[in-house]
């Protein structure tokens, strides 16, 4: 336990194995980054590069980010591989690079040029998302209040859910709380008209 950290703190939770650390206060940048596998808990806000190249694990960040959050790291054309990420506040730009797996759950806004060539992966996003949203997406799962994403994607009618279901579940059982209900899922997009994009997007009305 870290009981009083300042932001001049760089690297907290770096390639982290097998560990719980619970930190208080605002860290600097890289927190959690590499990260290989344990729990990190921040009751705070942290600066850019928070999770960049994370390969497992949990993240629990009860404050706002940075840009840069889940972003490739110097040399690497890689993001998040894999584990799971919550932010509970505002997440900043250029977040979420490349990701290959993993889950990631924003109850706040999202900055611009989030989700960036994503390429698998389920991002949940409570508020509003910035412009440029997952240009260069190949796949993965959008969850989102959010129209302007579903222009371009087609509507998936009489689709069953099954997934959500299961997905919010699994969600509501790691943060200890519901996100929000199923019957609250509008409805699902896919089919996108850029015929390399075989994203998915959920809408949920807000």
Same mark, same amino acid.
């Given at each position: 336990?870290?009981?009083?950290?300042?932001?001049? $703190?760089?690297?907290? /939770?770096?390639?982290?194995?097998?560990?719980?650390?619970?930190?208080?206060?605002?860290?600097?940048?890289?927190?959690?980054?590499? $990260?290989?596998? /344990?729990?990190?808990?921040?009751?705070?806000?942290?600066?850019?590069?928070?999770?960049?190249? @994370?390969?497992?694990?949990?993240?629990?960040?009860?404050?706002?980010?940075?840009?840069?959050? /889940?972003?490739?790291?110097?040399?690497?054309?890689?993001?998040?591989?894999?584990?799971?990420?919550?932010?509970?506040?505002?997440? *900043?730009?250029?977040?979420?690079?490349? @990701?290959?797996?993993?889950?990631?759950?924003?109850?706040?806004?999202?900055?611009?040029?989030?989700?960036?060539? $994503? #390429?698998?992966?389920?991002?949940? #996003? $409570?508020?509003?998302?910035?412009?440029?949203?997952?240009?260069? %997406?190949?796949? *993965?799962?959008?969850?989102?209040?959010?129209?302007?994403? #579903?222009?371009?994607?087609? #509507?998936?009618?009489?689709?069953?859910?099954?997934?959500?279901?299961?997905?919010?579940?699994? %969600?509501?059982? %790691?943060?200890?709380?519901?996100?929000?209900?199923?019957?609250?899922?509008?409805?699902?997009?896919? *089919?996108?008209?850029?015929?390399?994009?075989?994203?998915?997007?959920?809408?949920?009305?807000?």
């Amino acid at each position: 336990v870290i009981k009083s950290a300042v932001n001049l $703190m760089d690297n907290i /939770g770096r390639e982290l194995q097998d560990t719980e650390m619970t930190v208080f206060g605002n860290v600097g940048f890289s927190f959690g980054s590499g $990260m290989q596998s /344990g729990t990190l808990n921040l009751h705070g806000n942290c600066l850019d590069y928070a999770a960049s190249g @994370m390969r497992s694990g949990k993240i629990f960040i009860h404050g706002n980010t940075g840009d840069y959050l /889940g972003g490739k790291p110097n040399s690497v054309n890689e993001g998040i591989l894999d584990g799971f990420i919550y932010v509970k506040g505002n997440v *900043g730009q250029n977040s979420i690079q490349r @990701m290959r797996r993993g889950n990631v759950v924003i109850n706040g806004n999202l900055g611009d040029h989030a989700c960036e060539e $994503m #390429i698998s992966g389920t991002v949940v #996003i $409570m508020g509003n998302v910035g412009n440029s949203f997952a240009e260069g %997406i190949k796949r *993965g799962t959008i969850v989102t209040k959010e129209k302007k994403l #579903i222009k371009d994607y087609k #509507i998936a009618n009489g689709a069953e859910y099954n997934f959500m279901s299961f997905f919010m579940n699994k %969600i509501s059982k %790691i943060l200890n709380r519901n996100i929000f209900n199923r019957k609250y899922i509008d409805s699902r997009y896919h *089919g996108h008209k850029d015929k390399d994009n075989v994203s998915e997007v959920f809408l949920f009305k807000s």
